[in-house]
């Protein structure tokens, strides 16, 4: 059974940083795209960040540009969301994401984690 188990989530103040992790088990995800997504209380999910298999080619929401990164680690079968600069508009929870069916942008992943709440106070 895959899992997508998501951690690191919390309160922060705005100016802070957090960083998420997402751990992998089941099968192996070196060879597919990882991402995240969030959702904001009352909005629809959006697309955060995506990195594919090869930790090469990254992609990020014009919104998180400049302060959040994406990383993995394949040996650890880890995807990471640092979050840098935090703002209240970012508060949401989380959604670590693998295995897309299409574009990296489009909320169409195989594998869902359960999520992890972000909240960043002003």
């Known amino acids: 059974q895959v899992q997508l188990v998501e951690s690191g989530g919390g309160l922060v103040q705005a100016g802070g940083s957090l960083r998420l992790s997402c751990v992998a088990s089941?099968?192996?995800?070196?060879?597919?795209?990882m991402g995240w997504f969030r959702q904001a209380h009352g909005k629809e999910r959006e697309f955060v960040a995506a990195?594919?298999?090869?930790?090469?080619?990254?992609y990020l929401a014009d919104s998180v540009k400049g302060r959040f990164t994406i990383s993995r680690d394949n040996a650890k079968n880890t995807v990471y969301l640092q979050m840098d600069n935090l703002r209240p508009d970012d508060t949401a929870v989380y959604y670590c994401?693998?295995?897309?069916?299409?574009?990296?942008?489009?909320?169409?992943?195989?594998?869902w984690g359960q999520g992890t709440q972000v909240t960043v106070s002003s």
């Open positions: 994401v693998a295995a897309p069916r299409g574009m990296v942008h489009s909320t169409n992943y195989d594998y």
């Open positions: 089941g099968r192996t995800f070196t060879t597919t795209t």
């Open positions: 990195i594919r298999w090869s930790s090469g080619p990254t």
